[in-house]
């Protein structure tokens, strides 16, 4: 089968022939190592793409869309490439040839592959655009290792990727990173490029990873192919293009990403199998469905738990970080019902998990240990009430259009305690008092939301925008708002969370600086989050 592998055991064998690397190349996602470095016997190509390049580099390097990491566990973790050198190509199969092709795979505790610990080959195919989906087993709890590709004499880029600690372990300090909404039209990647610099467990990208416009925006960087992607050779086309980016692969390079999508990774505001285009046949959407899907997966560090079939990607899943964290991680596209006017938003029966993950999500918090329990998902979880008085104006496409069930869920959040939610989607930095009741600015504070920014869409951001005074008048439960592009670092303790919104000022001009906008603290026992000044 294309990309399961062969022998995926820990093997003790010498490294990949005459290869070094910089910490630097390690870190950055060199997209490819010096000839110097791998040696004149290998013949390797110090070609790459460039960020904006139409065409990708010549046909000898396969690796020009970067290496990736991702879902960790204590004893495994997934590493990704896909071969493809002419990523752009237009029949969506990156100039590759169409046959199989053998990859090899190697994973060490040094980035110079002086001790490699696994190592194997897997297979892949034109049948999933070759992409490789390697799950190295046998690893050590909460250790950092270093892996690479080989096809052939080429040697891919060398990524750092990080185990979790063994289940229940005690675990002091975490850090990760919350992103979402990377237009390439909209901006430059340079807040991909600074999150590379950080020193992170994780990071936790909550949807929006390309979208389907044919969108060619005004600063060079025009979607390709320029139209409104629906085939599957469109859809791999779209990822392959985000992917040249370097800054992307930088960040990719750098640790492991756990990775949900929302809507623009298929359609805007899609629900289930109903597309949020009138007049659109609901096979014709499933075919889209499926297309997208495949190519999502093909472009991401997910597990084989995770392969499409049809349609449908289980996308839902759990990563446990020791006694520390539960990271819940969510879909709120699949399975819901169809969005509704204000009216009917309150009627019981609405979903918007779907039965089955509604039921295991109640059982994973039920169940939890650890002192954070934590919801990475895509849409505003509050309410959000954006209406200048009364009558209220809610969003049809946030669980404000389910709120029976997201009253239900906070309840759980609140029995759990020291629940955070994290969400994407919106283009902005929020943070959020989740209350037992939202239309009682007295009641408790049971929970918090945590809200990211863009790293790119909207374009360069602002403070605020002028509805912004409404949304903190009429909402007393949210705390904060900015309107810059970045990201959130999160770094947490069995004591406290702290927050940092992290941006930048502008995205249409690269080399933008970094810096805190603000910091926030969740202490472990007092839901809600207040300034770090």
């Given at each position: 089968m294309p990309g399961t592998p062969r022998s995926s055991t820990p093997s003790v064998s010498s490294p990949l022939p005459g290869v070094t690397a910089t910490r630097r190349q390690a870190l950055m996602g060199a997209v490819t190592l010096s000839a110097a470095a791998l040696g004149t016997t290998l013949g390797a190509s110090s070609t790459s793409a460039a960020t904006s390049a139409p065409r990708g580099p010549k046909i000898s390097d396969p690796f020009t869309l970067g290496v990736a990491s991702g879902d960790p566990f204590h004893d495994s973790v997934v590493l990704w490439t896909r071969l493809a050198p002419d990523p752009l190509a237009e029949d969506g199969l990156g100039g590759m040839p169409e046959r199989v092709v053998e990859v090899q795979w190697q994973i060490s505790q040094d980035e110079d592959f002086s001790r490699p610990v696994a190592s194997g080959t897997v297979e892949t195919g034109p049948d999933q655009a070759h992409s490789v989906h390697v799950e190295a087993q046998g690893l050590r709890p909460r250790a950092d290792y270093f892996y690479r590709f080989r096809v052939g004499g080429e040697i891919s880029p060398v990524g750092r990727t990080r185990t979790t600690p063994a289940p229940g372990a005690r675990l002091d300090h975490f850090a990760f990173a919350i992103a979402s909404c990377q237009s390439y039209t909209h901006g430059h990647y340079t807040a991909q490029a600074h999150l590379a610099q950080e020193d992170l467990d994780l990071v936790a990208f909550l949807g929006d990873y390309i979208y389907e416009t044919g969108d060619q925006g005004e600063?060079?960087?025009?979607?390709?192919?320029?139209?409104?992607?629906?085939?599957?050779?469109?859809?791999?086309?779209?990822?392959?293009?985000?992917?040249?980016?370097?800054?992307?692969?930088?960040?990719?390079?750098?640790?492991?990403?756990?990775?949900?999508?929302?809507?623009?990774?298929?359609?805007?505001?899609?629900?289930?199998?109903?597309?949020?285009?009138?007049?659109?046949?609901?096979?014709?959407?499933?075919?889209?469905?499926?297309?997208?899907?495949?190519?999502?997966?093909?472009?991401?560090?997910?597990?084989?738990?995770?392969?499409?079939?049809?349609?449908?990607?289980?996308?839902?899943?759990?990563?446990?970080?020791?006694?520390?964290?539960?990271?819940?991680?969510?879909?709120?596209?699949?399975?819901?019902?169809?969005?509704?006017?204000?009216?009917?938003?309150?009627?019981?029966?609405?979903?918007?998990?779907?039965?089955?993950?509604?039921?295991?999500?109640?059982?994973?918090?039920?169940?939890?240990?650890?002192?954070?329990?934590?919801?990475?998902?895509q849409v505003f979880f509050s309410q959000r009430d954006f209406a200048d008085g009364a009558p209220t104006d809610f969003s049809d496409d946030a669980w404000d259009n389910y709120q029976v069930e997201r009253d239900a869920v906070r309840d759980e959040l609140a029995e759990v305690g020291n629940a955070v939610v994290l969400t994407g989607d919106v283009h902005a930095n929020y943070v959020v008092d989740v209350k037992a009741d939202f239309d009682d600015p007295d009641s408790?504070?049971?929970?918090?939301?945590?809200?990211?920014?863009?790293?790119?869409?909207?374009?360069?951001?602002?403070?605020?925008?002028?509805?912004?005074?409404?949304?903190?008048?009429?909402?007393?439960h949210i705390k904060f708002i900015n309107r810059n592009r970045g990201y959130v670092r999160n770094t947490l303790t069995p004591t406290e969370w702290t927050v940092d919104y992290r941006v930048v000022d502008r995205v249409s001009e690269p080399d933008a600086p970094i810096r805190d906008r603000a910091r926030f603290v969740i202490e472990s026992g007092e839901p809600g989050a207040r300034p770090l000044v």
């Open positions: 600063i060079g960087r025009g979607h390709l192919p320029p139209v409104e992607v629906r085939s599957l050779a469109e859809y791999r086309i779209r990822h392959a293009q985000y992917k040249t980016d370097h800054d992307l692969q930088a960040a990719h390079a750098a640790f492991p990403w756990a990775v949900v999508f929302d809507d623009h990774e298929l359609e805007n505001n899609w629900a289930d199998d109903t597309s949020y285009e009138e007049d659109i046949p609901p096979e014709e959407f499933l075919q889209r469905r499926e297309n997208a899907l495949k190519a999502y997966y093909e472009h991401m560090p997910l597990r084989a738990a995770q392969r499409p079939a049809g349609p449908d990607l289980h996308l839902y899943r759990r990563l446990v970080f020791g006694n520390l964290v539960d990271m819940h991680l969510l879909d709120t596209r699949q399975y819901r019902d169809v969005q509704v006017a204000d009216e009917e938003r309150g009627d019981p029966d609405r979903s918007l998990l779907g039965a089955d993950q509604r039921r295991w999500l109640s059982q994973g918090l039920a169940d939890s240990t650890a002192t954070w329990n934590v919801l990475a998902q408790a504070t049971v929970a918090t939301e945590l809200v990211g920014t863009s790293f790119t869409s909207g374009r360069d951001g602002v403070e605020q925008n002028p509805g912004d005074e409404v949304q903190l008048r009429e909402n007393p």
